[in-house]
């Protein structure tokens, strides 16, 4: 997923502003592709330049006031063409399995570090998977099956699935970790 499309897609759901936009990645876009403000007012100016948005007018011209922006056909088309288009899945980088792996290599001395770690990133993950429960309770009652709401809890889904498995996964390796003999844990 590209920043732009993520932009493309909250500003078909609703013309915003760059701050309304970033406040929306902050509550749902962002649980799975994150932009800092200064990132997503960038491709503002990209995206407009390109013709696949535009400025709404202003009401009243006020120099420095916030500017909405809206989806341009050039901008839907862009966006219905890349969601048609094939994509391999990105290679999976984390850092926390390669230290496991350096310290298989290289000795536990340092596995107390790697095992609060662990109890640190389980606790992470556990707030995470409630926060998103807690929106499926919410966003996605008995009866809301709309093709959009059915789209959008798919992609909730995807979310408590992996914090389930986060947090699985990281309780076996606890408990994989006090089998290990004791190296001043």
Same mark, same amino acid.
């Given at each position: 997923?590209?920043?732009?499309?993520? @932009?493309?897609? %909250?500003?078909?759901?609703?013309?915003?502003?760059?701050?309304?936009?970033?406040?929306?990645?902050?509550?749902?876009?962002?649980?799975?592709?994150? !932009?800092? *403000?200064?990132?997503?007012?960038?491709?503002?100016?990209?995206?407009?330049?390109?013709? *696949? @948005?535009? #400025?709404?007018?202003?009401?009243?011209?006020?120099?420095?006031?916030?500017?909405?922006?809206?989806?341009?056909? %050039?901008?839907? #088309?862009?966006?219905?063409?890349?969601?048609?288009?094939?994509?391999?899945?990105?290679?999976? =980088?984390?850092?926390?399995?390669?230290?496991?792996?350096? %310290?298989?290599?290289?000795?536990?001395? /340092?596995?107390? /570090? @790697?095992?609060?770690?662990? =109890?640190? *990133?389980?606790?992470? *993950?556990?707030?995470?998977?409630?926060?998103?429960?807690?929106?499926?309770? =919410?966003?996605?009652?008995?009866?809301?099956?709309?093709?959009?709401?059915?789209?959008?809890?798919?992609?909730?889904? #995807? /979310?408590?699935?992996?914090?389930?498995?986060?947090?699985?996964?990281?309780?076996? !390796?606890?408990?994989?970790?006090?089998?290990?003999?004791?190296?001043? =844990?």
């Amino acid at each position: 997923m590209s920043l732009p499309h993520a @932009i493309l897609t %909250a500003l078909l759901e609703k013309p915003s502003s760059g701050l309304e936009l970033t406040r929306r990645f902050d509550r749902s876009i962002g649980y799975f592709w994150s !932009a800092t *403000h200064q990132q997503i007012y960038r491709e503002l100016g990209k995206l407009e330049a390109q013709g *696949h @948005i535009r #400025a709404l007018p202003s009401p009243q011209p006020a120099r420095g006031q916030k500017k909405s922006y809206e989806v341009l056909p %050039a901008g839907r #088309a862009e966006l219905a063409r890349w969601t048609a288009a094939s994509q391999d899945p990105k290679q999976y =980088r984390e850092p926390l399995f390669l230290r496991l792996r350096a %310290a298989a290599v290289v000795g536990t001395e /340092g596995i107390a /570090g @790697i095992e609060a770690e662990l =109890r640190r *990133h389980l606790e992470l *993950h556990r707030r995470q998977l409630s926060r998103y429960e807690e929106i499926e309770q =919410r966003d996605f009652p008995p009866g809301k099956d709309s093709p959009q709401d059915r789209l959008q809890h798919l992609i909730l889904r #995807a /979310g408590i699935d992996l914090e389930t498995f986060w947090t699985r996964w990281l309780t076996h !390796a606890l408990e994989e970790f006090a089998e290990l003999p004791d190296q001043s =844990r």
